[in-house]
């Protein structure tokens, strides 16, 4: 980043001193100050335009800077900015997203419950799980199933089920009563040891259950396509054949859609394309496009019937069913439908693949290219044949890119290369990303350094 003016440099100097990132080392002393947004645009403090490829994190699914969002906003801060959703409070934002939600939602959803991102959807979802069992008379039925390289956010609990040693580290005890799986990341067959990847995953399921005793079991969590893990997409048979087996034992499913509802994968919600019927779904990001913070924790007829009774469901945010929230969400969801965003999602992620997937054929080092919707991740290696990932040699190709090209992309659990841009991403945008990202790949070599 090119520094120009004094304001930039009071910035920088100020965030360095005060402000706190994740995961960014006290050493680095860059910092990609933004300040303005349009569409798939933004600009920085020094003036510098970008082409944002990543949503953020997952998100800005409508586009930066849409004018009827902060009028939403505006207009529901003169109205009600802010009552409580506990005890018998509500609010009429609140109510029609709920219902519009449900609406659009896999069948058997039936209650929502509002948050303000997914760390807290995740928790409240582990603590629903295991609440429904106490209620029903069985509180030993607790445990948690998860996977490795799951994220759940970074909250206790979800944290935990979270299945990233270095995010955990040192900040234990963690919540207990939570075991990781193997996750179905075919491309890994070292992890397999050469069974089918499915059949493997079954059979680690039953494995576990039986070691634990299913009525110990509350639940599973697990991403349709793990995200933050790479854009694992798994079998076509990989759900459909765990939901049976936990079926079998009473074993709840959660399904975290942080990222894959509202579009990201082309559908609203993307458990029923992947063969999942959860019985309590956790939602975020694309919800709001990120213009505020909420999320929704959606739970089927029967869940939500166990965990309301008695004296109340146990869990609840200041924030909760917050009316500007649930305001902007409603006007984001009327976009995403009204300009086809789930079509556009589609088509626009199929070119951004059709563009993408060549580099695995001219590219010793891009072993696999994989993509559902605006979700598109590029599998970095050494060579095709031992598959080893490629070891970060200086800075980290998603930097490089950014730096040289102005595209902003994500290295995502190690090596794999994420692009998850805004839906609105236009055609000529989606060829600039691909360009970017093949333009500095073509010059990584296999130790990870960049020529
Ligand atoms: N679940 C998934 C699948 C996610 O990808 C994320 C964040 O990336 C979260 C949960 C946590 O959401 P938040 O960062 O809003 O707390």
Known sequence: ???????????????????????????????????????????????????????????????????????????????LEYFTSFWDYSNDKAIELSERIISLAPENMSKVFFTSGGSEGD?????????????NGRPNKNWIISRRTAYHGLA?????????????????????????????????????????????????????????????????????????????????????????????????????????AFGRTGSWFASPDHGMR???????????????????????????????????????YTYSGHPVACAVGLKNLEIIESENLLAASKSTGALLYALAAPLATELDIVGEVRHAGMGLALELVTDKTSRTPLPQNGRSVADVIRDETGVIVRVSSPTNLVLSPPLVMTEDEAVTAVSAVASVLRRVRPDGSIV
């Open 156 to 260: 206790y609990g979800g944290g935990t089920a979270t299945g990233f040693a270095d995010m955990a580290e040192g900040q234990g005890p963690h919540l207990p009563n939570v075991t990781h799986l193997t996750p179905p990341h075919g491309y890994r067959t070292h992890l397999f040891n050469g069974e089918d990847v499915t059949d493997y995953c079954v059979r680690e399921l039953e494995e576990r259950i039986q070691q634990i005793g299913p009525e110990n079991i509350a639940a599973m969590i697990g991403e349709p396509i793990m995200g933050v893990g790479g854009f694992i997409i798994p079998p076509a048979d990989y759900w459909p054949r765990m939901q049976e087996v936990l079926d079998r034992h009473d074993i709840l499913l959660i399904s975290d859609e942080v990222v894959t």
């Open 278 to 316: 959860p019985d309590i779904i956790v939602t975020a990001k694309g919800i709001s496009s990120g213009y505020i913070p909420l999320g929704a924790v959606l739970m089927s007829e029967e869940i939500g019937q166990a965990v309301t009774g008695g004296h109340g469901y146990p869990v609840g």
């Open 123 to 135: 928790d409240a979802a582990i603590k629903t799980a295991r609440y429904y069992h106490y209620v």
């Open 1 to 79: 980043m090119t520094i120009q003016s004094r304001t930039d440099i009071d910035l920088l100097r100020t965030d360095i001193k005060h402000l706190v990132h994740p995961h960014l080392p006290s050493s680095e002393t860059q910092r990609v100050i933004m300040t303005e947004g349009r569409g798939c645009r933004l600009t920085d403090a020094s003036g510098r335009k970008y082409l944002d490829a990543t949503g953020g994190l997952w998100l800005a699914q409508i586009g930066h800077g849409r004018p009827e969002m902060a009028e939403a906003a505006a207009e529901q801060m003169r109205t």
